[in-house]
């Protein structure tokens, strides 16, 4: 933990052989504020600090005139909370280790008062004084701690203050402090962790006077400009010092990164590649930049390119490149008569060597280029591309709309395709050629002369043509003259049937309202539209939307009735009979009149309707609607009454409890009563399904609360009664001290409600363990396994409310454990223990800092039965809480190999049983196998036995094989002796 060295770096100066009178009076500053109750590596700060600074003192002289101040140990809040606990003399060094056991971390961080109150006591400005601050936190009360630092340097004789910032993470912090040591020519430092303990110890310096700091120096090679990327070919350093020594010759690196001391340097790079050199002066100053970058000159690049003298126009080759390969360069086709030097198409040479490379869309003579990322063309070769062509073949006259076969020869480059077209202007559809031929095209709905066309997709290209010509295609459609509006209605017809072809109604000159398609056959049913007048039948292309054939129908009036009782009650379920042409998906619906309806049922569902009401009273309009277009064709009126409901809950319970509410009320499918705050959203509640009186559970807090019956629809509130909670008692009795993971009985009174629980968990935070009041007094709750102080809860499951207290401090749990010092891999040792024996406590086995490999139970007694690790090593025992897996006691063990030998034959007879002499530990479960040379799988395989020797039957099929011993624990093969299966 840095911040440790940081204490015992600056203490140390304290205990250094000088004369007594060039010692500096001292005053040691600790942060008691409540922050450091954190933890570094679950441990609390404030322990750390405690044990560190108590070791710490007994290395200094007691001469040294010495003092500790404090600050934020006593008082929340208040930024005068700064003491000097011990006086600075000589032979203070038991008092200070007193005071500093005795710190209990609770208020805030007046860091900067705290080291002018240690300055005062010092009397800094009349003797030599040093004070060293220890603080995890940023100043809350003093705004400039820099400020402060200023005017005790500029008043002091010779003024120091040492900071050292633990497990300080915010940056205005860290200044803060940095700034209050620097200001006085101290020295700042900070800590993180526990594993730069050790690292540190040999590196903090007790030398007063600091030496000058190397700065961190970067060398830099780059090409054309500054700006340019690093060179990623060879560069050679040499560095030459002030004093002109070389402290690096000829290092290869890019950046080269060196720690210099202030002064200036002779930097020369050397470029292997081109063999060129270039040197510059670096002026190294401490606190500045000291960075130089070297340019060197872009060499001119060259590349050639090989590929076929002649190609296809539109056709893609393989171009094969030689040349730089930077991340953006690329292969292109270009005009060598344009005036642009752009590239028609081209390739990324990242995408490999040779590039695939596509022709333009016409002949002539053109020009391979490969350009870099910037457009600049560093090699070219010419290349000629050649004519193609491609024919069509298909019927001279077809159908208008209809699909054609169209035959087709031509490249197939990729996305070519035939396409059908007036001549002279755009396509008006086409299929891909890489479809296969023949090509599938859609003719146009208009009659008359068009072209078919193959075309390259690049460029758009047309490659070949043939004329064709298209003829009307007739249809007819033949609904019935007269229909009822909203019928589905058979509609028999004649058409092309091409795909999506539909049959459609909708009124003269308008769009149609409804449709069917053509390919659900001839009659197609068809749904009229629900408003009664004249309709038009139509027999309509999908391409183009065109109407090839049309027909009338006259629609007549759809009728329907709905007959509800005269009157019901608000938020009933009423029986409505009906009367009407039930389509699919019409319904009874109930709404205020010139409104949208509240609720409704399906006609399907049959007739009567079981249709519910509104939950507010008043007039209302019953309704036949149509699905199509939610037409109303029928309506009658129903008056709604009031709804009646009330609850008795008794005037006044204990917060928490379940009270019994007798209720009164319609009783609607999920109708509830539930409690709450007035004006509130209810907290609890009940449905009253359940019955009367409703089981109903109060609320925690104590005060008056409302009680509702609640109609499911609407959430409408019908009845209400007051009630007034009156406070939840509880206490629990834990003794005052135990053992950390122990099971300790605890006495309480209390509730018991449903799964209220006894908990125990660090003041403020969650709790740890628990265990429920309904499995009685006294709880047998288990204690958290690190020792400190802690808060024993009961606690309401509702909420998580905490309704009594108790604290308790644990006390740590101890064990030891006694293996022998030795043992071979996988036997089974004895491991001696004492320890807690907890539920499914362990003892284990493993490297340290790692995982376990083997472990037994502490239940299964004493001494504990543990399997040592397959593989030889220092392992170590371990005796481990099963609550947080914490160990609590370690031993190491040195694990050795056991030697093993096979001396079986070296062949044997296909299909036979042979013995095998061995020697070797035949723990359970290990066997010798056979099987392929260097395979850990067998085809056949024998158990060990202790002192016999192994019968191990031959596979059936002759070969040359491997015998070996596997041991069980970590299947790990201990020897292994060539064998031969004989025919």
Same mark, same amino acid.
């Given at each position: 933990?840095?911040?440790?060295?940081?204490?015992?770096?600056?203490? /140390?100066?304290?205990?250094?052989?000088?004369?007594?009178?060039?010692?500096?009076?001292?005053?040691?500053? *600790?942060?008691?504020?409540?922050?450091?109750?954190?933890?570094?590596?679950?441990?609390?700060?404030?322990?750390?600090?405690?044990?560190?600074?108590?070791?710490?003192?007994?290395?200094?002289?007691?001469?040294?005139?010495?003092?500790?101040?404090?600050?934020?140990?006593?008082?929340?809040?208040?930024?005068?909370?700064?003491?000097?606990?011990?006086?600075?003399?000589?032979?203070?060094?038991?008092?200070?280790?007193?005071?500093?056991?005795?710190?209990?971390?609770?208020?805030?961080?007046?860091?900067? %008062?705290?080291?002018?109150?240690?300055?005062?006591?010092?009397?800094?400005?009349?003797?030599?004084?040093?004070?060293?601050?220890?603080?995890?936190?940023?100043?809350?009360?003093?705004?400039?701690?820099?400020?402060?630092?200023?005017?005790?340097?500029?008043?002091?004789? #010779?003024?120091?203050?040492?900071?050292?910032?633990?497990?300080?993470?915010?940056?205005?912090?860290?200044?803060?402090?940095?700034?209050?040591?620097?200001?006085?020519?101290?020295?700042?430092?900070?800590?993180?962790?526990?594993?730069?303990?050790?690292?540190?110890?040999?590196?903090?310096?007790?030398?007063?006077?600091? $030496?000058?700091?190397?700065?961190?120096?970067?060398?830099?090679?780059?090409?054309?400009?500054?700006?340019?990327?690093?060179?990623?070919?060879?560069?050679?350093?040499?560095?030459?010092?002030?004093? +002109?020594?070389?402290?690096?010759?000829?290092?290869?690196?890019?950046?080269?990164?060196? #720690?210099?001391?202030?002064?200036?340097?002779?930097?020369?790079?050397?470029?292997?590649?081109?063999?060129?050199?270039?040197?510059?002066?670096?002026?190294?100053?401490?606190?500045?930049?000291?960075?130089?970058?070297?340019?060197?000159?872009?060499?001119?690049?060259?590349?050639?390119?090989?590929?076929?003298?002649?190609?296809?126009? /539109?056709?893609?080759?393989?171009?094969?490149?030689?040349?730089?390969?930077?991340?953006?360069?690329?292969?292109?086709?270009?005009?060598?008569?344009?005036?642009?030097?752009?590239?028609?198409?081209?390739?990324?040479?990242?995408?490999? !060597?040779?590039?695939?490379?596509?022709?333009?869309?016409?002949?002539?003579?053109?020009?391979?280029?490969?350009?870099?990322?910037?457009?600049?063309?560093?090699?070219?070769?010419?290349?000629?591309?050649?004519?193609?062509?491609?024919?069509?073949?298909?019927?001279?006259?077809?159908?208008?709309?209809?699909?054609?076969?169209?035959?087709?020869?031509?490249?197939?480059?990729?996305?070519?395709?035939?396409?059908?077209?007036?001549?002279?202007?755009?396509?008006?559809?086409?299929?891909?050629?890489?479809?296969?031929?023949?090509?599938?095209?859609?003719?146009?709905?208009?009659?008359?002369?068009?072209?078919?066309?193959?075309?390259?997709?690049?460029?758009?290209?047309?490659?070949?043509?043939? =004329?064709?010509?298209?003829?009307?295609?007739?249809?007819?459609?033949?609904?019935?003259?007269?229909?009822?509006?909203?019928?589905?209605?058979?509609?028999?017809?004649?058409?092309?049937?091409?795909?999506?072809?539909?049959?459609?109604?909708?009124?003269?000159? $308008?769009?149609?309202?409804?449709?069917?398609?053509?390919?659900?056959?001839?009659?197609?049913?068809?749904?009229?539209?629900?408003?009664?007048?004249?309709?038009?039948?139509?027999?309509?292309?999908?391409?183009?939307?065109?109407?090839?054939?049309?027909?009338?129908?006259?629609?007549?009036?759809?009728?329907?009735?709905?007959?509800?009782?005269?009157?019901?009650?608000?938020?009933?379920?009423?029986?409505?009979?009906?009367?009407?042409?039930?389509?699919?998906?019409?319904?009874?619906?109930?709404?205020?009149?010139?409104?949208?309806?509240?609720?409704?049922?399906?006609?399907?569902?049959?007739?009567?309707?079981?249709?519910?009401?509104?939950? $507010?009273?008043?007039?209302?309009?019953?309704?036949?609607?149509?699905?199509?277009?939610?037409?109303?064709?029928?309506?009658?009126?129903?008056?709604?009454?009031?709804?009646?409901?009330?609850?008795?809950?008794?005037?006044?319970?204990? =917060?928490?409890?379940?009270?019994?509410?007798?209720?009164?009320?319609?009783?609607?499918?999920?109708?509830?009563?539930?409690? +709450?705050?007035?004006?509130?959203?209810?907290? !609890?509640?009940?449905?009253?399904?359940?019955?009367?009186?409703?089981?109903?559970?109060?609320?925690? $807090?104590? +005060?008056?609360?409302?009680?509702?019956?609640?109609?499911?629809?609407?959430?409408?509130?019908?009845?209400?009664?007051?009630?007034?909670?009156? %406070?939840? =008692?509880?206490?629990?009795?834990?003794?005052?001290?135990?053992?950390?993971?122990?099971?300790?009985?605890?006495?309480?009174?209390?509730?018991?409600?449903?799964?209220?629980?006894?908990?125990?968990?660090?003041?403020?935070?969650?709790?740890?363990?628990?265990?429920?009041?309904?499995?009685?007094?006294?709880?047998?709750?288990?204690?958290?396994?690190?020792?400190?102080?802690?808060?024993?809860?009961?606690?309401?499951?509702?909420?998580?409310?905490?309704?009594?207290?108790?604290?308790?401090?644990?006390?740590?749990?101890?064990?030891? @454990?006694?293996?022998?010092?030795?043992?071979?891999?996988?036997?089974?040792?004895?491991?001696?223990?004492?320890?807690?024996?907890?539920?499914?406590?362990? @003892?284990?086995?493993?490297?340290?800092?790692?995982?376990?490999?083997?472990?037994?139970?502490?239940?299964? +007694?004493?001494?504990?039965?543990?399997?040592?690790?397959?593989?030889?090593?220092?392992?170590?025992?371990?005796?481990? *809480?099963?609550?947080?897996?914490?160990? @609590?006691?370690?031993?190491?063990?040195?694990?050795?190999? @056991?030697?093993?030998?096979?001396?079986?034959?070296?062949? /044997?007879?296909?299909?036979?049983?042979?013995?095998?002499?061995?020697?070797?530990?035949?723990?359970?479960?290990?066997?010798?196998?056979?099987?392929?040379?260097?395979?850990?799988?067998?085809?056949?395989?024998?158990?060990?036995?202790?002192?016999?020797?192994?019968?191990?039957?031959?596979?059936?099929?002759?070969?040359?094989?491997?015998?070996?011993?596997?041991?069980?624990?970590?299947?790990?093969?201990?020897?292994?002796?060539?064998?031969?299966?004989?025919?």
């Amino acid at each position: 933990m840095r911040y440790l060295l940081a204490v015992i770096g600056i203490l /140390g100066l304290l205990a250094q052989p000088v004369m007594a009178q060039d010692r500096p009076n001292s005053i040691l500053v *600790l942060d008691g504020s409540g922050s450091m109750w954190g933890q570094i590596d679950e441990v609390a700060k404030i322990t750390i600090a405690q044990e560190v600074v108590t070791g710490l003192l007994s290395t200094i002289p007691p001469e040294q005139q010495l003092g500790l101040t404090v600050y934020g140990h006593r008082t929340r809040g208040d930024c005068t909370d700064i003491e000097v606990m011990v006086t600075p003399g000589p032979d203070t060094r038991d008092a200070i280790g007193a005071a500093v056991r005795g710190i209990k971390p609770l208020g805030k961080t007046p860091m900067t %008062d705290a080291v002018i109150a240690a300055a005062q006591a010092l009397r800094y400005t009349e003797e030599k004084a040093t004070v060293i601050l220890v603080s995890d936190g940023i100043e809350t009360c003093n705004p400039d701690p820099c400020a402060a630092a200023r005017l005790l340097e500029e008043a002091g004789i #010779d003024f120091t203050a040492h900071v050292i910032g633990f497990d300080v993470t915010d940056a205005e912090a860290l200044a803060q402090m940095q700034c209050l040591a620097e200001e006085t020519g101290g020295t700042f430092l900070t800590a993180s962790n526990a594993d730069e303990l050790t690292a540190a110890l040999t590196t903090v310096s007790a030398t007063p006077e600091p $030496e000058p700091m190397p700065v961190p120096s970067v060398m830099r090679a780059v090409e054309g400009d500054t700006g340019a990327p690093l060179l990623e070919d060879p560069v050679l350093w040499t560095v030459t010092g002030p004093d +002109g020594a070389a402290l690096v010759t000829d290092q290869q690196a890019n950046p080269l990164e060196l #720690d210099l001391l202030p002064g200036a340097y002779k930097i020369t790079a050397y470029r292997v590649q081109v063999e060129t050199e270039q040197a510059a002066q670096l002026q190294v100053i401490a606190g500045a930049d000291a960075t130089l970058t070297l340019v060197f000159e872009k060499p001119a690049v060259t590349a050639t390119l090989d590929a076929s003298d002649t190609a296809a126009m /539109g056709d893609t080759i393989a171009v094969t490149w030689n040349g730089p390969a930077g991340e953006s360069d690329y292969v292109g086709i270009g005009d060598p008569q344009a005036d642009s030097d752009g590239a028609i198409n081209y390739s990324y040479v990242r995408d490999g !060597n040779p590039v695939s490379l596509q022709m333009p869309p016409r002949e002539g003579a053109f020009e391979l280029r490969y350009y870099q990322r910037d457009g600049t063309i560093i090699g070219t070769r010419p290349i000629t591309v050649t004519p193609v062509s491609a024919t069509l073949d298909a019927a001279e006259t077809v159908a208008a709309g209809a699909p054609v076969d169209v035959t087709w020869t031509g490249p197939d480059y990729s996305n070519d395709f035939v396409a059908v077209g007036v001549p002279g202007e755009k396509y008006t559809n086409y299929a891909y050629t890489r479809n296969g031929t023949p090509a599938s095209v859609v003719m146009p709905n208009e009659p008359g002369t068009y072209e078919l066309r193959y075309v390259m997709n690049q460029d758009r290209t047309v490659l070949g043509t043939r =004329a064709i010509n298209v003829v009307a295609v007739m249809a007819s459609v033949s609904p019935p003259a007269e229909a009822i509006a909203g019928a589905v209605v058979p509609v028999p017809w004649e058409g092309p049937d091409y795909k999506n072809d539909f049959i459609g109604v909708g009124k003269p000159g $308008e769009k149609y309202t409804n449709y069917e398609y053509t390919r659900n056959g001839s009659p197609a049913q068809l749904q009229m539209p629900t408003e009664p007048g004249d309709y038009e039948v139509r027999y309509v292309l999908s391409q183009g939307r065109e109407v090839i054939a049309t027909t009338m129908i006259t629609l007549t009036d759809v009728a329907a009735t709905v007959t509800p009782p005269a009157q019901a009650i608000a938020g009933a379920v009423v029986p409505v009979p009906w009367e009407g042409p039930d389509y699919r998906n019409d319904f009874i619906g109930v709404g205020k009149v010139g409104e949208k309806y509240t609720n409704y049922t399906y006609t399907r569902n049959g007739t009567p309707a079981q249709l519910q009401m509104p939950t $507010e009273p008043g007039d209302y309009e019953v309704r036949y609607v149509l699905s199509q277009g939610r037409e109303v064709i029928a309506t009658s009126m129903i008056t709604l009454t009031d709804v009646a409901a009330s609850v008795t809950p008794p005037a006044q319970a204990i =917060a928490g409890a379940i009270v019994p509410v007798p209720w009164q009320g319609p009783d609607y499918r999920n109708d509830f009563i539930g409690v +709450g705050k007035v004006g509130e959203k209810y907290t !609890n509640y009940e449905y009253t399904r359940n019955g009367t009186p409703a089981q109903l559970q109060m609320p925690t $807090e104590p +005060g008056d609360y409302e009680v509702r019956y609640v109609l499911s629809q609407g959430r409408e509130v019908i009845a209400t009664s007051m009630i007034t909670l009156t %406070d939840v =008692a509880a206490t629990v009795t834990p003794p005052a001290q135990a053992i950390a993971g122990s099971i300790i009985p605890v006495p309480w009174e209390g509730p018991d409600y449903r799964n209220d629980f006894i908990g125990v968990g660090k003041p403020g935070e969650k709790y740890t363990n628990y265990t429920y009041t309904r499995n009685g007094t006294p709880a047998q709750l288990q204690m958290p396994t690190e020792p400190g102080d802690y808060e024993v809860r009961y606690v309401l499951s509702q909420g998580r409310e905490v309704i009594a207290t108790r604290p308790i401090a644990l006390t740590e749990v101890t064990a030891q @454990i006694t293996a022998p010092q030795g043992a071979v891999v996988g036997d089974t040792v004895p491991i001696t223990w004492e320890g807690p024996d907890y539920r499914n406590d362990f @003892i284990s086995v493993g490297e340290p800092g790692e995982k376990h490999s083997a472990y037994a139970y502490t239940r299964n +007694g004493d001494p504990a039965q543990v399997r040592m690790p397959p593989e030889p090593g220092t392992y170590e025992v371990r005796y481990v *809480l099963n609550q947080g897996r914490k160990v @609590i006691a370690t031993v190491p063990v040195t694990v050795s190999d @056991i030697a093993v030998t096979l001396n079986a034959p070296i062949n /044997g007879a296909a299909g036979t049983t042979v013995a095998i002499p061995f020697d070797g530990p035949s723990y359970r479960g290990d066997y010798i196998g056979i099987g392929a040379p260097g395979s850990d799988d067998h085809v056949g395989h024998v158990n060990t036995r202790k002192g016999e020797v192994a019968q191990l039957s031959l596979p059936d099929v002759p070969g040359d094989y491997e015998l070996f011993y596997m041991m069980n624990t970590g299947k790990r093969v201990m020897a292994r002796q060539p064998f031969t299966v004989t025919p």
